[in-house]
C-alpha cells in the first residue's frame, strides 16, 4: 500500500510540475507575440511603386520621355591608327542595352566592326561592338536566325507558297513528290 501511495505521489508531482512549466511557456510565448504585434516591422519598398511618397511624387509629376545622352561618335573615341572598316555595318545596332551604341545604327556614329563569318552551306557574317565587347550575327532579330536552311531556299518555299493556293501548293517547283499537309 506504501508503495502505490508513493507511485501515485509520484506521478501527480510530475503532472503538476509540467503543468507548470506549460503554463510559464504559455505566457511567455504571449507576451513575445503582444511585443511584436505592438512593434509592427516597416518594411522597405522594393520598387518605386511600393513606396507610398515615391507613388504620390509620380502622380503630381508631369511624365517627359526619357531623353537620350549625345553619344560621341565612335572614330572619335578611338585611336586612328588601325585598320580602316571594310564591312558595311549600317543598318545593325549593338544588342547590349547597357552599351552607350545600344540601339544606334547609322555606321558614321556606332562601334560595330566586322569579326568573321560562320556557316558551313552559305557565309553568315559576325559582328562586334567595340564599344562592349558584344559579337552578333547579322541575322540576329530576323526570322532566319538560328535556321540551319540556307537563306536560297527559304526564299523559294515562300515564293511557292505566294504563288499558288493554301490548299494545293505547287510541289513541282520545290522538287517535292506529294504535296505536304498543311493545318487549316
Known sequence: ML???FWSS????IFVLW?????TQQRLHHQMATLTAARERLLKPRTPA???ACRQERATSVERPPTRVPVTPWRARKSQRGAPKRIATQGFACPNRTCAYYRITDAHIHALVGDGA???RERIQTLRCQACGTTFSTRRDTPLYR???TS???????TALALGSRSQPPCGCLGIDTPPSLPG
Do not use: M, N
Open 19 to 23: 503543468l507548470v512549466w506549460h503554463w
Open 50 to 52: 511600393d513606396c507610398p
Open 147 to 149: 535556321l540551319k536552311t
Open 118 to 120: 560562320h556557316g558551313q
Open 152 to 158: 536560297q531556299r527559304v526564299a523559294e518555299v515562300l
Open 3 to 5: 508503495i502505490d501511495w
Open 10 to 13: 509520484l506521478v501527480l508531482s
